[in-house]
Nanobody, 119 residues
Framework: QVHFMESGGTSVEPGASLTLSCTVT????????CGWYRQGEGQARETVAA???????SYAASVEGRFTIFRDNAANTVFLKMTNLTVEDTARYYC????WGDGPLYASWGRGTLVTVSA
């Protein structure tokens, strides 16, 4: 069974940077597309970023140029580096396997990690 364990979320001020981590157990991320998703209060979950070993990364328009997804295959971990954070980035962030086009591969999600951006 595949499990996703997200971490790194915290409260920050606008303009700050933060890097989230997602450690995957039960399946190797090597050769598999992975993505980050977020869900704000009262909002639907949205795709933030996704990337695979054989193709480049894709980002939501709202985070393009500010967020970077990358991975450490040896650690079976996927990261999301976030810069110049705004209050609109406040959400719980989740990771899953799957490409941008196909969406999340697994129906079971981790607990996510909460990012709060406020002045």
């Amino acid at each position: 069974q595949v499990h996703f364990m997200e971490s790194g979320g915290t409260s920050v001020e606008p303009g700050a940077s933060l890097t989230l981590s997602c450690t995957v157990t039960g399946r190797s991320v090597r050769g598999v597309a992975c993505g980050w998703y977020r869900q704000g209060e009262g909002q639907a979950r949205e795709t933030v970023a996704a990337e695979g070993n054989l193709w480049g990364a894709s980002y939501a328009a709202s985070v393009e140029g500010r967020f970077t997804i990358f991975r450490d295959n040896a650690a079976n971990t996927v990261f999301l580096k976030m810069t110049n954070l705004t209050v609109e980035d406040t959400a719980r962030y989740y990771c899953n396997m799957g490409s941008w086009g196909d969406g999340p591969l697994y129906a079971s999600w981790g607990r996510g990690t909460l990012v709060t951006v406020s002045a």
